[in-house]
């Protein structure tokens, strides 16, 4: 299986700051990389895939980068809404795998 | 807009086989795969597997012997049975629709998710 692992794990941060999450994975995925965002009590929501364009209504804020095995998702100027959880999905191969997730939390 | 629902038995006992039904709307069902996920409170999340409409499925190794998933076309509904469940199966379980694009792929749409909790 494919191991992603994110970090950090936790992050604290204010409205308006600039805040890079990083999954990495155990063997090259290419650009085939999920990123999630899931709130309190709430269902996972797609967000963006590396190799792309921002899911339709996903604001301009959120970018990504990476190949290979290394991967960042860049909120450039956080909003109220942003704080929840991030998590970053492979999908080169069965079996899917998530990373542990990345709690972003205000300061 | 796709709109999935769940339902099933939210308490189990050990060993008992877990149930969940999703049902689908607004959307073609035939067209896609559809997507088992689970997440232990407090935890991250776990793929379950995939079931096209036509019944093809792909299952997560680590769950395989005990998962089956099902589809019913006629109801746009898809089935998880998770048999000879244990207090670590606890979780909540969310069904997804796969979007393919190629060879890329990504849960797009979820329903809400049900906590089944075995104790």
């Known amino acids: 299986d494919i191991q992603m692992t994110q970090s950090p794990s936790s992050l604290s941060a204010s409205v308006g700051d600039r805040v890079t999450i990083t999954c990495r994975a155990s063997q090259s995925i290419s650009r085939y990389l999920n990123w999630y965002q899931q709130k309190p009590g709430k269902a996972p929501q797609f967000l963006i895939h590396?190799?792309?364009n921002l899911q339709s209504g996903v604001p301009p804020r959120f970018s990504v980068s990476g190949s290979g095995t290394d991967f960042t998702l860049t909120i450039s100027s956080l909003q109220i809404e942003d704080f929840a959880t991030y998590y970053c999905?492979?999908?080169?191969?069965?079996?899917?795998?998530f990373g542990q997730g990345t709690k972003l939390e205000i300061k | 807009q796709v709109q999935l629902q769940q339902w099933g038995a939210g308490l189990l006992k050990p060993s008992e086989t877990l149930s969940l039904t999703c049902s689908v709307s607004?959307?073609?069902?035939?067209?896609?795969?559809w997507s088992w996920i689970r997440q232990p409170p407090g935890k991250g999340l776990e793929w379950i597997g995939d079931?096209?409409?036509?019944?093809?499925?792909y299952f997560n190794p680590s769950l395989r012997s005990r998962v089956t998933i099902s589809v019913d076309t006629s109801k746009n509904q898809l089935s998880l049975k998770l048999r000879s469940v244990t207090a670590a199966d606890t979780a909540v379980y969310f069904c997804a629709r796969l979007f393919r694009l190629g060879v890329i792929t990504q849960f797009d749409s979820w329903g809400p998710g049900i906590l089944v909790t075995v104790s």
């Open positions: 079931i096209s409409h036509g019944g093809r499925g």
């Open positions: 590396a190799a792309s």
């Open positions: 607004g959307e073609s069902f035939s067209d896609y795969y």
């Open positions: 999905q492979q999908s080169y191969t069965t079996p899917r795998t």
